[in-house]
């Protein structure tokens, strides 16, 4: 159990290497730190456009805004709870990078003239994905954000959800945020019905798995989520025992893909420790 020798060692941790961001992150759920001091700290990552950019996600350095960068904030927002205000003008950047189709890119050609890791390489004109245009809209509908680029997106998003046969995990991801929060709890819980076996198949149920695999928490990292139906509670409580026990001696916890330097690796330790601690919390296993 992650108890307050724990939390105090995590803290240690994000103090000496994770960005004023996750610290402020850190302080506004475990420390009485406020909502304003993560605001202002996020602030930082957001362009003249609207959108955020500048390595918000940490595996481009690009400082250009980019659709996944802006996914990063609005979760950000809403884990704080912050108020629809907070998005500020994002709708100008969804709208000006938005295809025919009706959705956004994953990534935008911009990233190819900065250092990044090889998944962020971009057509000269990439075409509309289901990763993030879903998750953006779900982080939206939660943030209770009715800005036109959501109307916009919607259908695209509805449309594709329910006639993906993917089995590609961040899709299903995206999908899932888009699922989670969407208010038409009725058509959400049908599409979720018809994806959850591929979910399941696409999950490593044994804790010990190592390399880049999805875990049950990954889908499931609050008692509430849609996903959680899908595991025993014997399962669940698996994982969370790995998961303490993979925190390591530093304080903090490690990534499981290969970084592109190592000040990346400070970076995504910091954001992966402070969502670790969070997911713990959310299931009872950090104190109050």
């Known amino acids: 159990m992650v108890g307050a020798s724990g939390l105090s060692r995590a803290e240690e941790f994000l103090y000496k290497n994770a960005r004023l961001l996750e610290r402020r992150r850190f302080e506004f759920h475990f420390r009485h730190g406020t909502r304003e001091a993560?605001?202002?700290?996020l602030e930082a990552y957001r362009n003249s456009d609207g959108g955020f950019?500048?390595?918000?996600e940490p595996d481009k350095r690009v400082p250009n805004s980019q659709p996944i960068d802006v996914e990063f904030a609005l979760?950000?927002?809403?884990?704080?709870?912050?108020?629809?205000?907070?998005?500020?003008?994002?709708?100008?950047?969804?709208?000006?990078?938005?295809t025919h189709e009706g959705g956004v890119p994953f990534s935008l050609p911009g990233a190819a003239?900065?250092?990044?890791?090889?998944?962020?390489?971009?057509?000269?004109d990439p075409p509309a994905r289901i990763n993030?245009?879903?998750?953006?809209?779900?982080?939206?509908?939660?943030?209770h954000c009715d800005i036109p680029w959501r109307?916009?997106?919607?259908?695209?998003?509805?449309?594709?959800?329910?006639?993906?046969?993917?089995?590609?995990?961040?899709?299903?991801?995206?999908?899932?945020?888009?699922?989670?929060h969407h208010p038409d709890r009725e058509r959400a819980t049908r599409a979720f019905e018809r994806l959850a076996p591929t979910i399941l198949a696409q999950?490593?149920?044994?804790?010990?798995?190592?390399?880049?695999?999805?875990k049950p928490l990954e889908w499931a990292p609050r008692p509430n989520s849609l996903c959680r139906a899908l595991f025993s509670d014997d399962v669940m409580n698996a994982h969370l025992d790995a998961m303490e026990a993979d925190q390591q001696p530093d304080g903090g916890w490690n990534m499981s893909w290969e970084p592109i330097s190592a000040g990346v690796v400070c970076e995504?330790?910091?954001?992966?420790?402070?969502?670790?601690?969070?997911?713990?919390?959310?299931?009872?296993?950090?104190?109050d």
């Not at 993560?38 to 700290?41: G, N, R």
């Not at 109307?151 to 089995?167: D, H, L, M, Q, V």
């Not at 999950?203 to 999805?214: F, H, N, Q, R, S």
């Open 203 to 214: 999950t490593a149920l044994d804790p010990a798995a190592e390399g880049y695999v999805k």
């Open 132 to 143: 993030p245009t879903a998750s953006l809209v779900g982080l939206l509908c939660a943030l």
């Open 75 to 98: 979760h950000v927002l809403h884990q704080i709870g912050a108020g629809p205000e907070a998005v500020g003008n994002v709708n100008a950047f969804l709208e000006s990078v938005t």
């Open 38 to 41: 993560v605001l202002a700290a």
């Open 53 to 56: 950019g500048n390595g918000l």
């Open 113 to 124: 003239a900065y250092p990044h890791a090889p998944w962020w390489a971009s057509e000269p």
């Open 151 to 180: 109307e916009r997106a919607e259908p695209y998003a509805w449309r594709n959800i329910e006639a993906t046969g993917t089995t590609e995990v961040h899709d299903l991801m995206a999908i899932l945020v888009f699922l989670e």
């Open 268 to 287: 995504w330790r910091g954001v992966i420790t402070l969502l670790n601690l969070l997911l713990l919390q959310a299931w009872g296993r950090t104190p």
